[in-house]
Nanobody, 124 residues
């Protein structure tokens, strides 16, 4: 599976961005797609995840109510709609794919494939 993340950029605090993650290769409805982020000098942290069927989603507490994950199986693309952005949301955002099905996965090692990352910068 190849993943291509896009949509990052510079935005002011309080603004919005939508990230996209296009997947190619063999994809199964049970696969889980996730978003993580990594700030300079920090570990890669979980943001949100979804099954292609859309039946399961979860979010990090820090983004609940502000970020929304969704998927379009016809386009093999997962989106992360980010609103009310804060400077602390600044990071490189990575999308990942997990083969083993839904397990409330929140750790990078639980994902098998990764995209290249897209930088989100939120200015104060």
């Amino acid at each position: 599976v190849q993943l291509q993340a896009s949509g990052g950029g510079l935005v002011q605090a309080g603004g919005s961005l939508r990230l996209s993650c296009a997947a190619s290769g063999p994809i199964f409805s049970s696969d889980v797609m996730g978003w993580f982020r990594q700030a300079p000098g920090q570990e890669r942290d979980f943001v949100s995840a979804i099954t292609w069927s859309g039946g399961n989603t979860n979010y990090a507490d820090s983004v609940k109510g502000r970020f929304t994950i969704s998927g379009d199986s016809a386009k093999n693309t997962v989106y992360l709609e980010m609103t009310s952005l804060k400077p602390e949301d600044t990071a490189v955002y990575y999308c990942g794919a997990r083969r083993a099905g839904w397990a409330s996965q929140t750790r990078p090692y639980e994902f098998n494939y990764w995209g290249q990352g897209t930088l989100v910068t939120v200015s104060s």
